[in-house]
């Protein structure tokens, strides 16, 4: 049974360009949510997809976007990318049991803004 | 708001020694409480959580976490730490009804032999 699964593993971008990074949820999970960690911090809750909708959005500008797929799994992009926006994004998936589901989380993709 | 957390940065045991990863937070409702460990270029692993019932939770690798309504605190401890316990673990909170999940900043557990 694979679990979460995030490409790609790193990535380098100059300051403006666009990334789209992906993420395929563990087997039987219907909800995907992405967080970003910088550099010696906690994770920041991004946003939530279930039903192929955005279900809650924590604050990231609207530079930030994302999709889930009918086959559940998501995108996340990022435009006009910044300095500040290098950071470690993760992947976490669930199955929606009404929120005290677990989250596993995929290992990553590193993001460094130049 | 919700937060977060985590007084300590760093926690150093000895192996054999019981250890203690201290966490509290701060919500509006009733809430969910997770920890997580993460290892060096890797993702977060899940330990344990509490939803309702028992204060004491049990969860992976002999962890458990106990948790305190009216301190508001979810500390995790183990009782004989192994130098494979070495990592970053992170406290985490989710308001009963909402989908976000917020975390603390983390706290670096360091088990010397």
């Known amino acids: 049974d694979a679990g979460v699964t995030q490409s790609p593993t790193h990535l380098i971008k100059t300051r403006g360009q666009q990334v789209t990074l992906r993420c395929s949820p563990k087997?039987?999970?219907?909800?995907v949510s992405w967080y970003q960690q910088a550099l010696g911090q906690g994770p920041q809750f991004i946003f939530q997809?279930?039903?192929?909708?955005?279900?809650q959005r924590g604050n990231f500008p609207d530079r930030f976007s994302g999709h889930q797929f009918p086959n559940y799994s998501s995108e996340l992009n990022v435009n006009a990318l910044l300095l500040g926006d290098s950071a470690l994004y993760l992947c976490?998936?669930?199955?929606?049991?009404?929120?005290?589901?677990?989250?596993?989380f995929g290992p990553g993709t590193r993001l460094t803004v130049l | 708001a919700q937060s977060v957390a985590q007084p300590e940065d760093q926690v150093n045991v000895a192996e054999g020694n019981p250890l203690t990863v201290k966490c509290t937070y701060s919500?509006?409702?009733?809430?969910?409480l997770f920890w997580y460990v993460q290892y060096p270029n890797r993702g977060l692993q899940f330990l344990l959580k509490?939803?309702?019932?028992?204060?004491l939770v049990k969860g992976s690798y002999g962890f458990e976490a106990e948790f305190n309504k009216s301190q508001t605190s979810f500390h995790l401890k183990k009782p004989s730490a192994l130098v494979s316990d070495s990592a970053l673990y992170f406290c985490?909170?989710?308001?009963?009804?909402?989908?976000?999940?917020?975390f603390g900043a983390g706290t670096r557990l360091f088990v010397k032999a």
């Open positions: 919500v509006s409702g009733n809430p969910y």
């Open positions: 985490a909170v989710r308001i009963t009804g909402g989908f976000k999940t917020i």
């Open positions: 087997s039987g999970h219907d909800t």
């Open positions: 997809y279930y039903e192929e909708e955005e279900r």
């Open positions: 976490a998936s669930s199955l929606s049991q009404g929120g005290g589901d677990t989250q596993y």
């Open positions: 509490y939803i309702t019932g028992d204060n």
